[in-house]
């Protein structure tokens, strides 16, 4: 198993590609603390992984909020020891258009996406520092490099932010052991994507080199890749998962 002793962190693994990703992570061996705001969400994906076979525990964390993110941390430490692997998954999207932008919708995105990711990634380091060894995967969009797509420019920001932050934290952590790579998905099928106009979503489908949206366990797939030993040699890389839509 590749992830055989490791404890993860998974944040906004409660639906979607986080849910997805702590599956595969718990039939890889890891201990998965499922972290997400909607503990009921949380917790369905902790019982499916058990039945599974996969050791998870569901936390409550709202990483919109600092406070919350360091008490957290501190009692995921009490509980489950030191963290090898952390999954900045959680976001939200936002459609809001630039006449209808306000700064209270600018911060909610900017706070979640990008703040929460960065700020929970600085109380888990001292943990991976310590025991010269960490993963960090960060959760980027297409977004970032398009300037968004049905989004509103406080999610393409957000994610493009998390991309900067990547190679931040790949230069500062290389030295200690630890890799941090970002993952660039393009479409994928969640309720994110399903929530868009039928009309919009056979367009983007029609743009598709591969011909069809991504599946989830497919952008699993590539978080397990960087949070294993198979990619041992590679950090600061912004990896593009988007079928051939956008090829740089
Ligand atoms: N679905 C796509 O097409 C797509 C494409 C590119 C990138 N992404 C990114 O992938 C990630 C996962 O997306 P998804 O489609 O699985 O979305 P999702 O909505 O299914 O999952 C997001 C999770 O984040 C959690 N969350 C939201 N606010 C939170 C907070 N304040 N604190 C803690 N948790 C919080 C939610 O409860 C939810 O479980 C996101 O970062 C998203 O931006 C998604």
Sequence with gaps: MKLENK?????????????????????EG???????????????TADEMREKGGRAFPVKVDLSDIGDIQSTVLDIKEKFGDIHILVNNAGVFSKVQIQDMTEEEWDRVMD?????????????????????????????????????????VNYGVSKAGLISVTKYMANFGGRYG?????????????EMFQ??????????????????????????????FLSSEDSSYITGEILDINGGVLMD
């Design 7 to 27: 404890i993860s962190i998974i944040t906004g693994a409660a639906s979607g590609i986080g849910k997805a990703t702590a599956i595969l992570f718990g039939e």
């Design 30 to 44: 890891s201990t998965v603390v499922v972290a997400d705001i909607d503990m009921e969400g949380a917790r369905k």
């Design 112 to 152: 979640i996406n990008l703040k929460g990711a960065f700020f929970l990634s600085k109380e888990v380091l001292p943990m991976m520092i310590k025991q010269q060894y960490g993963k960090i995967v960060n959760v980027s969009s297409l977004s970032a490099k398009r300037g968004g797509f049905t989004s509103g």
């Design 178 to 190: 630890i890799n941090v790579n970002a993952i660039v998905p393009g479409f994928v099928d969640t």
């Design 195 to 224: 929530n868009h106009p039928e009309e919009k979503k056979k367009a983007v489908i029609k743009s598709i080199p591969i011909g069809r949206i991504a599946r989830k366990e497919e952008i699993a797939k590539a978080i397990m």
